[in-house]
């Protein structure tokens, strides 16, 4: 497992990183039982994955307090990295609806102190606005208290995930460009590559004194090959979202990679998963796992062995091409 630095925080972190939604939500096919979440975790945490990502919601809780159960005694030795900012507290979620957000420092104080309580823990490594919009982002009293947070060592550093869809790229930047944070979180993959980019350029002026955290780098499934145009989905899973005909058009798409794929004896999943760490601006992947074996996959491809700045660079004149030209030749 290779690491990097996390921002400008000094925190060596992971580049695989374990997103915990999957072990509290059933929102991607499979319902996981608490022995098997926390197997997985400490497999995770075997095969050199220290950053651990969640958010209060999650569950109502449920991830954050299976990190507590798996890493009892073992604090110092991983990264906590969880989110806030919807109302779970006085809401109900139904579906996958999407429930009030509360980002206000009275709430922000409220809801740090439960997270602490569920993580078992006096302090977390990084803690982020869950899906702000640009009122909250705008809000110079928010980030003020959060600053307090970091001085006094109730978070260690704090972060913006944007979402749920791709896009804010408003939001985003003015984030990166205005406000103390050490990380943002947003979509990225090798066929959804904006705003990823303008963030790039945005975190390069910074001098890469904030880290790009990567959601969704398998486009939903599409890039591991666990969907193709013939998947139905369940009633429950989010990937309902998905459009059939911009899964069928993303097959296509991932027909033009398989030249540089095959040129570096790798599968569709190690290109488009390597392609990402390829970009120095990234510090933490987060790919979706629901099992022991998908951790022994994404483990694997960390091991530094990434494209060269000619191959990212005939990807991305691809993707602006829409993946139009002509197969390329590695």
Same mark, same amino acid.
């Given at each position: ?24 939500? &059933?929102?991607? +096919? @499979?319902?996981?039982? !608490?022995?098997?979440?926390? $197997?997985?975790? =400490? ?5 050199? %994955? ?5 958010? &209060?919601?999650? +569950? @109502?809780?449920?991830? !954050?307090?299976?990190?507590? $159960?798996?890493? =009892? ?5 991983? %990264? ?21 957000? =509360? ?55 704090h972060g913006v995930a944007l979402g749920p869809a791709i896009g804010w790229e408003k939001e985003g930047l003015y984030a990166i460009e205005n406000r103390n944070i050490v990380c ?48 139905v989905f369940d009633k429950n899973d989010h990937r309902n979202n998905r459009k059939r005909e911009w899964i069928v058009q993303a097959m296509k798409k991932i027909e033009k990679l ?73």
């Amino acid at each position: 497992m290779k690491y990097r630095n996390l921002g400008n925080t000094g925190m060596k972190v992971s580049e695989i990183g374990f997103g915990t939604w999957t072990l509290a939500l &059933d929102w991607w +096919g @499979k319902k996981l039982e !608490e022995d098997e979440s926390i $197997k997985m975790l =400490k497999h995770a945490y075997d095969l050199g %994955i220290n950053f651990f990502e969640t958010a &209060d919601m999650y +569950g @109502k809780g449920k991830s !954050e307090k299976l990190l507590a $159960k798996a890493f =009892k005694d073992m604090r110092n030795e991983v %990264i906590y990295s969880t989110k806030w900012g919807y109302d779970m507290y006085g809401e109900r979620q139904v579906g996958h609806g999407e429930i009030p957000q =509360k980002h206000n420092t009275e709430f922000l104080e409220y809801a740090l102190s439960e997270s602490l309580k569920r993580l078992e823990t006096d302090f977390v490594d990084v803690y982020s606005l869950h899906n702000p919009k640009m009122d909250a982002i705008e809000n110079d009293a928010l980030f003020n208290r959060l600053d307090e947070f970091v001085k006094t060592g109730e978070i260690k550093s704090h972060g913006v995930a944007l979402g749920p869809a791709i896009g804010w790229e408003k939001e985003g930047l003015y984030a990166i460009e205005n406000r103390n944070i050490v990380c943002l979180q947003t979509v990225y993959n090798i066929l959804e590559q904006d705003p990823g980019r303008v963030f790039f350029n945005a975190v390069n002026k910074k001098h890469n004194s904030v880290g790009i955290m990567v959601r969704v780098p398998d486009a939903s499934g599409v890039l591991t090959g666990k969907v193709n145009e013939k998947t139905v989905f369940d009633k429950n899973d989010h990937r309902n979202n998905r459009k059939r005909e911009w899964i069928v058009q993303a097959m296509k798409k991932i027909e033009k990679l398989k030249p540089i794929a095959d040129a570096h004896g790798w599968n569709i999943t190690e290109i488009s998963m390597k392609y990402i760490l390829s970009q120095k601006e990234i510090s933490v992947l987060l790919p979706t796992v629901t099992s022991l074996e998908e951790i022994d996959l994404f483990a694997q491809i960390s091991d530094g062995n990434y494209l060269s700045e000619n191959e990212k660079n005939q990807i991305e004149k691809m993707y602006e091409n829409n993946f139009d030209e002509p197969k390329l030749v590695a």
